[in-house]
T-cell receptor, first 116, second 113 residues
Framework: EAGVAQSPRYKIIEKRQSVAFWCNPI?????LYWYQQILGQGPKLLIQ????????DSQLPKDRFSAERLKGVDSTLKIQPAKLEDSAVYLC??????????????FGPGTRLTVL | AQSVTQLDSQVPVFEEAPVELRCNYS??????LFWYVQYPNQGLQLLLK??????LVKGINGFEAEFNKSQTSFHLRKPSVHISDTAEYFC???????????FGTGTRLTVIP
Protein backbone atom coordinates (compact mmCIF):
# COMPACT_ATOMS: atom_id res chain seq x y z
CA GLU A 1 0.00 0.00 0.00
CA ALA A 2 1.37 3.38 -0.99
CA GLY A 3 2.01 5.84 1.83
CA VAL A 4 1.35 9.56 2.07
CA ALA A 5 3.06 11.38 -0.79
CA GLN A 6 4.35 14.94 -0.59
CA SER A 7 6.07 17.22 -3.06
CA PRO A 8 8.39 18.94 -3.39
CA ARG A 9 10.75 17.47 -0.81
CA TYR A 10 12.80 20.66 -0.58
CA LYS A 11 12.09 24.28 -1.44
CA ILE A 12 14.17 27.42 -1.06
CA ILE A 13 12.55 30.81 -1.59
CA GLU A 14 13.17 34.41 -0.66
CA LYS A 15 10.98 36.23 1.84
CA ARG A 16 7.82 37.75 0.44
CA GLN A 17 7.64 35.10 -2.29
CA SER A 18 4.82 32.57 -2.42
CA VAL A 19 5.10 28.79 -2.24
CA ALA A 20 2.79 25.79 -2.46
CA PHE A 21 3.07 22.27 -1.14
CA TRP A 22 1.15 19.24 -2.33
CA CYS A 23 -0.02 16.16 -0.43
CA ASN A 24 -1.67 12.97 -1.62
CA PRO A 25 -3.01 10.90 1.31
CA ILE A 26 -3.34 7.15 1.55
CA UNK A 27 -6.17 5.92 -0.64
CA UNK A 28 -9.47 5.84 1.22
CA UNK A 29 -8.35 8.09 4.06
CA UNK A 30 -11.01 10.68 4.74
CA UNK A 31 -9.01 12.83 7.15
CA LEU A 32 -5.98 14.86 6.16
CA TYR A 33 -3.70 16.96 8.38
CA TRP A 34 -1.01 19.57 7.76
CA TYR A 35 1.63 20.06 10.46
CA GLN A 36 4.44 22.60 10.75
CA GLN A 37 7.68 21.39 12.36
CA ILE A 38 10.13 24.16 13.16
CA LEU A 39 13.71 23.08 13.83
CA GLY A 40 14.10 21.92 17.42
CA GLN A 41 10.35 21.67 18.03
CA GLY A 42 7.67 19.05 17.71
CA PRO A 43 5.13 19.19 14.88
CA LYS A 44 2.24 21.59 15.35
CA LEU A 45 -1.12 21.07 13.70
CA LEU A 46 -2.00 23.78 11.16
CA ILE A 47 -5.22 22.44 9.66
CA GLN A 48 -7.34 19.29 9.62
CA UNK A 49 -9.72 18.26 6.84
CA UNK A 50 -12.50 15.69 6.92
CA UNK A 51 -13.15 14.88 3.26
CA UNK A 52 -13.21 18.35 1.68
CA UNK A 53 -14.39 20.22 4.78
CA UNK A 54 -12.24 21.95 7.40
CA UNK A 55 -12.48 20.43 10.89
CA UNK A 56 -9.88 22.57 12.66
CA ASP A 57 -7.84 25.51 11.37
CA SER A 58 -7.46 27.37 14.65
CA GLN A 59 -3.64 27.33 14.45
CA LEU A 60 -3.39 28.35 10.79
CA PRO A 61 -2.05 31.91 10.27
CA LYS A 62 -4.82 32.84 7.91
CA ASP A 63 -3.31 36.15 6.87
CA ARG A 64 -0.64 34.29 4.88
CA PHE A 65 -1.44 30.58 4.94
CA SER A 66 -4.22 28.86 3.03
CA ALA A 67 -5.09 25.23 2.34
CA GLU A 68 -7.61 23.42 0.26
CA ARG A 69 -8.80 19.90 -0.43
CA LEU A 70 -11.31 20.52 -3.15
CA LYS A 71 -12.18 16.96 -4.16
CA GLY A 72 -11.62 15.39 -0.76
CA VAL A 73 -8.46 13.60 -1.87
CA ASP A 74 -5.21 15.51 -2.37
CA SER A 75 -4.50 18.83 -0.72
CA THR A 76 -2.44 21.97 -1.29
CA LEU A 77 -0.97 24.23 1.39
CA LYS A 78 0.07 27.72 0.29
CA ILE A 79 2.07 30.48 1.93
CA GLN A 80 1.81 33.98 0.49
CA PRO A 81 3.90 35.99 1.27
CA ALA A 82 6.50 33.90 3.08
CA LYS A 83 8.40 35.17 6.11
CA LEU A 84 11.73 34.05 7.53
CA GLU A 85 9.97 32.36 10.45
CA ASP A 86 8.07 30.09 8.05
CA SER A 87 11.25 28.07 7.53
CA ALA A 88 10.24 24.61 8.70
CA VAL A 89 9.31 21.11 7.60
CA TYR A 90 5.69 20.83 6.53
CA LEU A 91 4.29 17.39 7.24
CA CYS A 92 1.13 15.93 5.80
CA UNK A 93 -0.67 13.05 7.50
CA UNK A 94 -3.85 11.11 6.86
CA UNK A 95 -6.15 8.80 8.77
CA UNK A 96 -9.19 6.73 7.89
CA UNK A 97 -11.67 9.10 9.47
CA UNK A 98 -12.31 11.35 12.42
CA UNK A 99 -14.85 10.10 14.89
CA UNK A 100 -14.98 9.20 18.54
CA UNK A 101 -12.66 6.25 18.09
CA UNK A 102 -8.91 6.46 17.65
CA UNK A 103 -7.62 6.46 14.06
CA UNK A 104 -3.88 6.22 13.48
CA UNK A 105 -2.29 9.06 11.56
CA UNK A 106 0.21 8.12 8.84
CA PHE A 107 2.80 10.74 7.96
CA GLY A 108 4.42 11.68 4.70
CA PRO A 109 8.16 12.47 4.37
CA GLY A 110 7.59 16.22 4.60
CA THR A 111 8.62 19.28 2.62
CA ARG A 112 11.56 21.24 3.97
CA LEU A 113 11.07 24.96 3.33
CA THR A 114 13.91 27.44 3.68
CA VAL A 115 13.04 31.13 3.48
CA LEU A 116 16.02 33.42 2.85
CA ALA B 1 -5.53 22.02 27.07
CA GLN B 2 -2.96 19.28 26.70
CA SER B 3 0.81 19.67 26.87
CA VAL B 4 3.77 17.34 26.64
CA THR B 5 7.21 17.76 28.22
CA GLN B 6 10.23 15.82 27.08
CA LEU B 7 12.86 16.56 29.66
CA ASP B 8 15.91 15.54 27.66
CA SER B 9 16.64 17.20 24.34
CA GLN B 10 19.61 14.91 23.63
CA VAL B 11 20.49 11.45 24.94
CA PRO B 12 23.78 9.82 23.94
CA VAL B 13 24.11 6.13 24.77
CA PHE B 14 26.56 3.38 23.87
CA GLU B 15 25.49 0.55 21.61
CA GLU B 16 23.86 -2.38 23.46
CA ALA B 17 23.26 -0.25 26.56
CA PRO B 18 19.72 0.36 27.88
CA VAL B 19 17.99 3.68 27.34
CA GLU B 20 15.03 5.55 28.80
CA LEU B 21 13.51 8.62 27.14
CA ARG B 22 11.30 10.60 29.49
CA CYS B 23 7.89 12.06 28.75
CA ASN B 24 5.46 13.83 31.06
CA TYR B 25 2.09 15.19 30.07
CA SER B 26 -0.55 17.44 31.55
CA UNK B 27 -4.23 17.33 30.75
CA UNK B 28 -7.48 18.01 32.52
CA UNK B 29 -9.14 15.20 30.57
CA UNK B 30 -8.21 11.64 29.74
CA UNK B 31 -5.77 11.22 26.88
CA UNK B 32 -4.23 8.69 24.59
CA LEU B 33 -0.42 8.60 24.55
CA PHE B 34 2.03 7.94 21.74
CA TRP B 35 5.69 7.70 20.86
CA TYR B 36 6.82 8.48 17.32
CA VAL B 37 10.27 8.10 15.76
CA GLN B 38 11.67 10.33 13.02
CA TYR B 39 14.72 9.19 11.09
CA PRO B 40 16.73 11.84 9.21
CA ASN B 41 14.83 13.33 6.27
CA GLN B 42 11.84 11.09 6.87
CA GLY B 43 8.35 11.50 8.25
CA LEU B 44 7.11 10.32 11.60
CA GLN B 45 6.59 6.62 12.30
CA LEU B 46 4.44 5.33 15.15
CA LEU B 47 6.48 3.32 17.66
CA LEU B 48 3.74 2.51 20.14
CA LYS B 49 0.54 3.82 21.68
CA UNK B 50 -1.45 3.62 24.88
CA UNK B 51 -5.22 3.77 24.48
CA UNK B 52 -6.45 1.71 27.42
CA UNK B 53 -5.82 -1.58 29.23
CA UNK B 54 -2.39 -2.75 30.32
CA UNK B 55 -0.15 0.14 31.30
CA LEU B 56 2.91 -1.56 29.81
CA VAL B 57 2.84 -1.15 26.06
CA LYS B 58 5.16 -2.91 23.64
CA GLY B 59 5.97 -1.40 20.27
CA ILE B 60 8.10 -1.98 17.23
CA ASN B 61 11.88 -2.37 17.18
CA GLY B 62 12.00 -3.68 20.77
CA PHE B 63 10.72 -0.49 22.40
CA GLU B 64 8.24 -0.40 25.26
CA ALA B 65 6.63 2.30 27.37
CA GLU B 66 4.77 2.40 30.65
CA PHE B 67 1.80 4.64 31.36
CA ASN B 68 1.85 5.99 34.91
CA LYS B 69 -1.30 7.95 35.61
CA SER B 70 -0.30 9.13 39.09
CA GLN B 71 2.97 10.57 37.79
CA THR B 72 1.45 11.62 34.43
CA SER B 73 4.36 9.98 32.66
CA PHE B 74 4.86 7.78 29.63
CA HIS B 75 8.57 6.98 29.50
CA LEU B 76 10.02 5.04 26.56
CA ARG B 77 12.55 2.25 27.18
CA LYS B 78 14.70 -0.20 25.30
CA PRO B 79 16.93 -2.74 27.04
CA SER B 80 19.66 -2.77 24.38
CA VAL B 81 20.00 -0.11 21.67
CA HIS B 82 21.44 -0.48 18.18
CA ILE B 83 23.16 2.01 15.91
CA SER B 84 20.01 2.04 13.79
CA ASP B 85 18.01 3.47 16.72
CA THR B 86 19.74 6.82 16.24
CA ALA B 87 16.86 9.19 15.51
CA GLU B 88 14.55 11.85 16.97
CA TYR B 89 11.82 10.57 19.26
CA PHE B 90 8.59 12.44 19.93
CA CYS B 91 6.05 11.88 22.67
CA UNK B 92 2.49 12.96 21.82
CA UNK B 93 -1.01 13.00 23.29
CA UNK B 94 -4.54 13.08 21.94
CA UNK B 95 -7.55 14.01 24.02
CA UNK B 96 -9.86 10.97 24.03
CA UNK B 97 -12.63 11.47 21.50
CA UNK B 98 -10.51 13.84 19.43
CA UNK B 99 -7.81 13.24 16.84
CA UNK B 100 -5.46 16.23 17.20
CA UNK B 101 -1.94 15.20 18.15
CA UNK B 102 -0.01 17.45 20.57
CA PHE B 103 3.71 16.77 20.38
CA GLY B 104 6.60 17.31 22.75
CA THR B 105 9.78 19.01 21.58
CA GLY B 106 11.55 15.73 20.89
CA THR B 107 14.58 13.85 22.18
CA ARG B 108 17.51 13.16 19.91
CA LEU B 109 18.88 9.69 20.66
CA THR B 110 22.43 9.11 19.48
CA VAL B 111 23.80 5.59 19.73
CA ILE B 112 27.59 5.53 20.02
CA PRO B 113 29.46 2.52 18.60
Amino acid sequence: EAGVAQSPRYKIIEKRQSVAFWCNPISGHATLYWYQQILGQGPKLLIQFQNNGVVDDSQLPKDRFSAERLKGVDSTLKIQPAKLEDSAVYLCASSLRTDNSYNEQFFGPGTRLTVL
Amino acid sequence: AQSVTQLDSQVPVFEEAPVELRCNYSSSVSVYLFWYVQYPNQGLQLLLKYLSGSTLVKGINGFEAEFNKSQTSFHLRKPSVHISDTAEYFCAVIKTGANNLFFGTGTRLTVIP
